[in-house]
């Protein structure tokens, strides 16, 4: 069986990342060496730091990134992309032009190679505070995503990657806060919880959180957190038979 990959939250065009066409070209370099083995790839969110899709426009940037997962569909990989709460405002360029299968709802339950998935970015899930819920709510309205969009592109645009910045710099050196413990993890406590109703999971894989990490939850489930691709440069493989988390050190790591 070919393997698939699981990787998310590279926030493509960060200004907050100073070194941000290295980090595009590792991430393209990691999908190149995996082009030829791979059954599919999930990309679970936030890829970009900011993605606003107007009718006729589309952010500048990403030439590499978009252009090798246009070809890993052309070689007959199937790439999934999971929107996230940075890239949440697509269209269908993705679509239509790099050949991408899209995920626009908050999480999606699948098969693969016989065991259950729980797949989704992440944000949302077990987090009850109401300044973030509410700013999510604002976020999926239609009518706020039209104002925005009678935003010229160079403003708007502009405007998100400023905010997606800022809020990055919040954190202390720009950077997540590490593990929590289980207790107070949120995406932990969602999985744990969604596991005592739907007891077929065989494993949840998230992003959003910024960190790497693997847990068993149950004799037959695990739930797995993805890290990142500025920082970590992590990802899961799964073979059919066998899960796990890595990182990638190129020229270095064989996928």
């Keep these: 069986m070919k393997p698939v990959y699981f990787l998310s939250d590279a926030h493509l065009g960060s200004w907050a990342i100073t070194s941000r066409r290295m980090q595009e070209r590792r991430l393209v370099n990691f999908l190149d060496s995996i082009k030829h083995k791979a059954a599919a790839v999930y990309f679970l969110g936030d890829m970009f730091d900011f993605w606003f899709e107007y009718r006729q426009a589309v952010p500048r940037g990403f030439t590499r990134f978009l252009g090798k997962i246009s070809e890993l569909s052309d070689l007959g990989v199937e790439v999934h992309y999971f929107t996230g709460n940075h890239d949440l405002w697509m269209l269908n360029y993705l679509e239509e032009e790099c050949g991408v299968i899209l995920h626009r709802e908050t999480s ?75 207790d107070r993890e949120h995406l932990i406590r969602f999985a744990k919880e969604y596991l005592k109703d739907h007891p077929d999971i065989n494993y949840f894989v998230f992003g959003h959180r910024h960190i790497d ?43």
């Design 108 to 182: 999606t339950t699948c098969e693969i190679y016989g065991s259950i998935f729980y797949l989704a970015h992440g944000d949302g899930l077990g987090d009850s505070s109401r300044g973030f819920r509410f700013l999510r709510a604002i976020f999926h309205n239609r009518l706020c995503q039209r104002l925005f969009r009678m935003l010229h592109p160079d403003i708007g645009l502009a405007f998100g990657l400023e905010w997606a910045r800022r809020s990055r710099m919040k954190r202390e050196d720009g950077v997540e806060p590490p593990f929590l413990g289980e």
């Design 213 to 255: 990490y693997d847990l068993m939850l149950s004799r037959n489930c695990r739930v797995a957190i993805l890290g990142d691709w500025i920082r970590l440069f992590t990802y899961a493989v799964f073979d059919g038979e066998h899960f796990f988390l890595e990182d990638y050190i190129e020229g270095e790591t064989q996928p």
